[in-house]
């Protein structure tokens, strides 16, 4: 399991107010200081060259100075007030949050507490409570705790339905249980996923990480992965099928490093590609289906460096290639079925110049012409 991402700060870690008197002084000073700057403003707009002498006060004048002292009292006590308002407010303020954060806490030690639970049933109810409590969080950094125990929870260590003992209704029984609870999590963090970023409850930009998980199912269909930092880094996609169909991948580091693609079928079909680095570098494409037919790469980039395909099928037919870099370096094909049929070459680049293997289908035209922004080895292309 990792460590707690890097790169967040917390966003407010106790209330720290200057003492009264030192506030007080330095709002006089500001107020003196905005005084005189529209004094001698205005002095210089008039155009004066000096001040009328005045040998005599008269009663008009006198009345007029008594005002302008009254006027001064006023505005001084006037920002003695505002001062102790604006304090008073912040220390509301505090208090209400520190007693958010108490409830959430307890709420947040239940909801963990049922996650650990022996009944299905419990742990579907804390996995919602724990949803629900990201959607309530009194702060951004509570919000990312309780997606945190979500995406270790998926982390845990998982026997898939291949691994399951021959016979063993109760083993097959216990797998289904925790399989739903599991594909639960995955279909909460989709849905929020799915938010527009402006939206209260949206979880984009927060952090994922799914590090060595194992996914034999799950559904990321229609989620935008716009911020933050998702890591699929040695997740095994063994089973079942895994879809991230129409996802959105446009800011950001998502990456799939080290991951296992030994069966099942894991979908990008018609995913976009616009932005941010979404890396599947030293993965190992062994068995089953991976399809990015009709997707997009016209942004990101999105690498395969020092990748094998070794088996099963990686699909990129249909997609369109109009920008940003997918990159092949080493990678090396020596088995698996991996095709590029129909796909739109209109910009960016595809650079397979460095593999090493059989070349996909699709890369090499009959007419040989090099195809926009693909870069292949010599050998390929003769």
């Known amino acids: 399991m990792r460590a707690h991402l890097p790169g967040r700060r917390a966003e407010r870690r106790g209330l720290r107010l200057w003492p009264v008197g030192t506030v007080l002084v330095l709002a006089f000073a500001a107020a003196i200081l905005v005084a005189a700057s529209v004094f001698y403003t205005g002095w210089d707009l008039l155009d004066a060259r000096g001040l009328k002498p005045e040998h005599r006060i008269d009663s008009k004048t006198l009345f007029d100075l008594v005002k302008?002292?009254?006027?001064?009292?006023?505005?001084?006590?006037?920002?003695?007030?505002?001062?102790?308002?604006?304090?008073?407010?912040?220390?509301?303020?505090?208090?209400?949050?520190?007693?958010?954060t108490r409830l959430h806490t307890?709420?947040?030690?239940?909801?963990?507490?049922?996650?650990?639970?022996?009944?299905?049933?419990?742990?579907?109810?804390?996995?919602?409570?724990?949803?629900?409590?990201?959607?309530?969080?009194?702060?951004?950094?509570?919000?990312?705790t309780c997606i945190d125990v979500l995406c270790a929870y998926l982390r845990l260590p998982y026997t898939t339905e291949v691994?399951?003992?021959?016979?063993?209704?109760?083993?097959?029984?216990?797998?289904?249980?925790?399989?739903?609870?599991?594909?639960t999590v995955i279909r909460l963090i989709r849905d929020h996923l799915r938010l527009p970023a402006e939206h209260p409850h949206s979880w984009q930009g927060h952090d994922f990480d799914f590090t060595g998980a194992a996914f034999d199912g799950g559904d990321f269909s229609g989620a935008t992965f716009s911020g933050g930092t998702v890591r699929f880094d040695d997740a095994t996609f063994s089973g079942g099928e895994v879809s991230f169909w129409g996802v959105t991948f446009s800011g950001g580091d998502?990456?799939?490093?080290?991951?296992?693609?030994?069966?099942?079928?894991?979908?990008?079909?018609?995913?976009?590609?616009?932005?941010?680095?979404?890396?599947?570098?030293?993965?190992?494409?062994?068995?089953?289906?991976?399809?990015?037919?009709?997707?997009?790469?016209?942004?990101?980039?999105?690498?395969?460096?020092?990748?094998?395909?070794?088996?099963?099928?990686?699909?990129?037919?249909?997609?369109?290639?109009?920008?940003?870099?997918?990159?092949?370096?080493?990678?090396?094909?020596?088995?698996?079925t991996v095709t590029f049929t129909?796909?739109?070459?209109?910009?960016?680049?595809?650079?397979?110049?460095?593999?090493?293997?059989?070349?996909?289908?699709?890369?090499?035209?009959?007419?040989?012409?090099?195809?926009?922004?693909?870069?292949?080895?010599?050998?390929?292309?003769?």
């Open 163 to 183: 691994d399951l003992p021959a016979g063993d209704t109760e083993a097959r029984h216990a797998y289904l249980a925790l399989r739903e609870v599991r594909h």
């Open 254 to 336: 998502v990456g799939f490093m080290g991951a296992t693609f030994s069966g099942g079928a894991v979908g990008f079909v018609g995913a976009t590609f616009s932005g941010g680095r979404v890396d599947f570098d030293l993965s190992t494409f062994s068995g089953g289906s991976v399809h990015f037919r009709n997707s997009t790469f016209s942004g990101s980039r999105v690498g395969f460096s020092q990748t094998t395909f070794t088996g099963g099928r990686v699909l990129f037919s249909g997609s369109t290639f109009s920008g940003g870099a997918v990159d092949f370096t080493r990678a090396a094909f020596s088995g698996a």
């Open 68 to 100: 302008l002292s009254f006027g001064v009292v006023a505005g001084a006590g006037a920002l003695v007030a505002l001062v102790v308002a604006y304090r008073r407010q912040r220390v509301d303020e505090d208090g209400a949050l520190r007693e958010a």
């Open 106 to 144: 307890e709420r947040f030690t239940t909801a963990v507490s049922q996650l650990g639970d022996e009944s299905a049933a419990v742990r579907l109810g804390g996995v919602h409570a724990l949803a629900g409590l990201a959607d309530d969080a009194p702060t951004r950094d509570l919000r990312q």
């Open 342 to 382: 129909s796909a739109v070459f209109s910009g960016g680049t595809v650079n397979l110049s460095a593999a090493i293997g059989e070349a996909p289908t699709g890369l090499v035209p009959p007419s040989g012409s090099p195809l926009v922004g693909v870069r292949l080895p010599p050998t390929w292309s003769t």
